[in-house]
Structures are given as C-alpha cells and as structure tokens.
C-alpha cells in the first residue's frame, strides 16, 4: 500500500509560480510511474501531468505545456510539480497519483492509477 501526501497549494495571483510535492510512504516510489491531475469545481477530473519511474519520460497536458515541470526525486520519495506563470484557469484540487505495483511507466490515464492523495486546492486569482 502507498499514502501519498500533496502539500505546496495555495492562492497566488497571475503569472505567479507554484511548486508542489508528494511525499509518499508505506513503499518507495522508485518503481512507480507518477500523474498529476487536477480537478476544477463543476468539473471533471483532468490529466495535467505524468512522469516514468526514471524520470526519463514526461508526459504534459496541453494546457500545461511550457508552464509545468514534472520531476521526481526518488531518494526522497517525492515527486513534484513546478507550475510557473499561473493563470485563473488553473484553479482546481491538485492530486498526485501512483500507478499500481510493476507499472513504472507515465501514463495520461487516471484509470491507470491506483494510489491518490487527498489533493491540495491551488486558487489563482486575475
């Protein structure tokens, strides 16, 4: 089993910079493929961001691109998502997600993930 723990949200105003991190415990995450999604308040549940146990393969979405870096440190079991030049649409509950035991590639797949946080809200006003 696999808690992961989000922290770093926050309110930030437009153009503002974010970093966010997911510790984890109960098992290394050194063989796990990450996501990041976020949902919006009305909305669904969206992909924003994905990362291979390595760290070698990134997948973004497009909203993101240019904006987000996904990274990981897996000494520390942490992975994290650095979200520069922050707009009012990126407003949503972010989570991390772990992919299941064996399944150490990225995927855009929510479906795909077996271990999420409780998420932490990221508010950016205009």
């Known amino acids: 089993q696999v808690q992961l723990v989000e922290s770093g949200g926050g309110l930030v105003q437009t153009g503002d910079s974010l970093r966010l991190s997911c510790a984890a415990s109960?098992?290394?995450?050194?063989?796990?493929?990450m996501g990041w999604f976020r949902q919006a308040p009305g909305k669904e549940r969206e992909f924003a961001a994905a990362?291979?146990?390595?760290?070698?393969?990134?997948y973004y979405a497009d909203s993101v691109k240019g904006r987000f870096t996904v990274s990981r440190d897996n000494a520390k079991n942490t992975v994290y998502l650095q979200m520069n030049s922050l707009k009012p649409e990126d407003t949503a509950v972010y989570y991390c997600?772990?992919?299941?035991?064996?399944?150490?590639?990225?995927?855009?797949?929510?479906?795909?993930?077996?271990?999420w946080g409780q998420g932490t809200q990221v508010t950016v006003s205009s």
């Open positions: 997600a772990a992919r299941n035991s064996g399944s150490n590639f990225a995927s855009i797949n929510q479906y795909q993930y077996a271990y």
């Open positions: 990362i291979s146990w390595s760290g070698g393969t990134t």
């Open positions: 109960g098992r290394t995450l050194s063989r796990y493929g």
